[in-house]
């Protein structure tokens, strides 16, 4: 089985932080999570699953959306099998529900049909 679990959301005022992670397990990730870049996406209510930020497999190449630029920050950490999401400045319009989802591509795609593996999600909620 492949598992992806998210965990550090929850509610923060506007101009917070949170620090999300995605944390990989599994006879898939065990050995070879370093095999696969990663992706965070968001989903806020009533809205599509949106792309959010990439990171390549040795975490040496970023991308981010455009709206999140300045603010957010993908990491890896490929010895523990986690990925990470620094979120700074939130603001309203961040609150969603986070996806970490793992891609067989090496270049960053932004559609969802580019990634395998999906973690079940964690909410952040963003009060102004």
């Known amino acids: 089985q492949v598992q992806l679990v998210e965990s550090g959301g929850g509610l923060v005022q506007a101009g917070g932080s949170l620090r999300l992670s995605c944390a990989a397990s599994g006879r898939t990730f065990s050995s070879t999570f370093s095999s696969y870049a990663m992706g965070w996406f968001r989903q806020a209510p009533g809205k599509e699953r949106a792309f959010v930020a990439w990171?390549?497999?040795?975490?040496?190449?970023?991308y981010y959306t455009d709206s999140v630029k300045g603010r957010f920050t993908i990491s890896r950490d490929n010895a523990k099998n986690t990925v990470y999401l620094q979120m700074n400045s939130l603001k309203a319009e961040d609150t969603a529900v986070y996806y970490c989802a793992a891609s067989a591509y090496l270049i960053p795609y932004t559609s969802r049909e580019r990634y395998d593996y999906w973690g079940q999600g964690t909410q952040v909620t963003v009060s102004s």
């Open positions: 990171i390549s497999r040795s975490g040496s190449s970023t």
